[in-house]
Every structure is written in structure tokens, then in C-alpha cells.
């Protein structure tokens, strides 16, 4: 019926009681509600809030959809909650005892299924599940803005950091060089390709840093009751500290000791040359 104010209700058996302008019921209960100020509702008989559509299933017992007047969706649910610092876009929410999840599926292994994060129009992130088309290598990819692979995790559980694929025997790769190994030894990176200013190191500094190195045992914070060697950062010698002073290359300390115990070498071997032709001279 058309009420006198204008308003359209369909199953109201009484005139005048249309919820909006346009009103469909059942049993006195909205199913597909037109507002007065446009926004929609089906399964119920109201819109709340900021929302401009809400949908509930034909029992009225269970939340389905909500768009809002800004352009947010969430599906499962009605409500769009702050989590942490960040107002969600899209929410989905699923039903109660049982695993959720999105599925992002692909017609065949020559694409790429994705989630894209962008600024205003402009791509920066993308999260990829992509195949290898040279080696079947199937994982999933993190590409920054210039679609360079910046991060990747493989079937397997290996993880590449900027480089396309990790090499056989490494769990974790680096595109400087640094691995970790399936067997858990850690590689640092130390390629002529990826160092400026190769200079020779100083017995002198090598030396002067060596006895300034002070070995203390100790437990971090976070483990206590598991006892450590090494070496206080903010204590090292310049040489082998980081610039922050919160660390230290062990490499650095290997070095160190490389160069002492090469120049001690040195000085052993000319003391037992002269040592021989002493004892020569003598007999």
C-alpha cells in the first residue's frame, strides 16, 4: 500500500507504520527497509550508527554484511571496532567454531594471486603467492613498490631476504651473502662485492684492541638461568664495536685475533731461526 505520507509498505496490515519510505515485512517484522534518509536494511528493521546498509540473514539471528557512509565493509559482523591504533576497511568476520580465512585462488601457475597496499592510487606493498616459472619454486612473496622481491617464504619453510630463490643447504639467504644453513650454521656475508675502503688491518690496532677486549660471562634478560660468553658492547674497543654500541660482529673479534696471532707467528718463527743459528754457531 502507498501510506498518505508517501511511504510504501508492502505486508503491513495497518496503514501508517511503514519504517521508511519503503518497507517490506513479515509477521510486523522488516525484511527489506528503504530509510527515510536512503539507507538500507535487509533482515531488520533499522540502520545504526554511521552505517548506510545492513544485512542479516532470514532468521534475524546472525550479522552478515555493513557498509558504511565512508565506504568501509565488514562482512559477519555490524560493527567496526578500532583494533590497536588502525580503523579497519574491511573486516570480515566468520562463523563461530570453526578456522577463517580468504581465498585468493588463481586459474592456473602462471599467475599471481595478491594483496596490494597503496597511497593514494599508488601501489607500495605487495603480499604474492606466486610459482617460479624457471624452477616450480611455489612460495609466498613480499615485493616492494618497484615489484622487486624483498622478502619470500618458501614450501619448504625457507626464507629469502631480496633474493629470488635460497640456495641448496640454506634455510635462511641473504642477497649480501649472509645464510643460514640447514644444519644451523650462520655464514656471514663478506663478498669484495659488497665492501668500499679494503684496508689492510694494522698489527698495532689489531693489538691495542685485543687487550682492550675484556671477556665476561653473563645471562640476558630474557633468558635468565642460561649462562653466555662474550663481550659488553659498550666496553669493546672502538674497532670491533658497532657504531650504536649495541653489538658486535664476532667476525670482527676473529680478525683481531687472525692478525695478533699471525704477527706473534711471525716473531716466533725469526726468534727460533735465531735461536738455531746460535746454537749452530756454539757447536
Do not use: C
Not at 136 to 145: E, H, P, Q, T
Not at 186 to 196: D, I, L, P, Q
Not at 216 to 228: L, R, S
Not at 256 to 271: A, F, H, P, S
Amino acid at each position: 500500500m502507498v501510506q498518505s505520507d508517501g511511504k510504501v509498505a508492502v505486508g503491513l496490515s495497518t496503514a501508517g507504520t511503514a519504517n521508511g519510505i519503503f518497507d517490506v515485512q513479515t509477521s510486523g517484522v522488516s525484511k527489506f527497509l528503504v530509510a527515510d534518509d536512503g539507507d538500507i536494511a535487509i533482515g531488520k528493521s533499522s540502520v545504526s550508527g554511521s552505517n548506510r546498509l545492513e544485512v542479516r540473514n532470514s532468521g534475524n539471528t546472525k550479522d552478515l554484511m555493513a557498509l558504511t557512509d565512508t565506504g568501509e565493509l565488514a562482512l559477519g559482523t555490524l560493527s567496526f571496532p578500532t583494533v590497536s591504533l588502525i580503523e579497519p576497511t574491511l573486516i570480515l568476520k566468520g562463523k563461530e567454531s570453526t578456522h577463517h580465512g580468504i581465498l585468493v585462488d588463481t586459474p592456473t601457475t602462471d599467475y599471481t594471486g595478491s594483496l596490494i597496499f597503496a597511497k593514494n592510487g599508488t601501489a607500495n606493498w605487495f603480499l604474492s603467492s606466486r610459482n617460479n616459472f624457471t624452477n616450480g619454486n611455489d612460495r609466498f612473496v613480499i615485493f616492494n613498490k618497484s615489484i622487486v622481491e624483498v622478502m619470500s617464504f618458501e614450501q619448504s619453510g625457507k626464507i629469502g631476504l631480496g633474493v629470488v630463490s635460497v640456495s641448496a643447504g640454506n634455510a635462511i639467504e641473504h642477497s649480501n651473502g649472509a645464510a643460514l644453513t640447514t644444519g644451523g650454521a650462520w655464514t656471514n656475508g663478506s663478498s669484495r662485492e659488497t665492501k668500499n675502503h679494503v684496508v689492510a688491518l694494522a698489527y698495532e690496532d689489531a693489538y691495542k684492541a685485543l687487550e682492550e677486549l675484556e671477556p665476561v660471562t653473563f645471562e640476558y634478560k630474557k633468558e635468565p638461568g642460561e649462562t653466555y660468553v662474550g663481550f659488553i658492547a659498550e666496553d669493546a674497543p672502538e674497532l670491533v664495536a658497532t657504531n650504536n654500541r649495541k653489538g658486535i660482529a664476532s667476525m670482527d673479534v676473529v680478525a683481531v685475533l687472525t692478525k695478533v696471532v699471525q704477527d706473534q707467528n711471525k716473531t716466533i718463527r725469526e726468534l727460533n731461526e735465531r735461536l738455531a743459528k746460535l746454537e749452530r754457531g756454539s757447536n
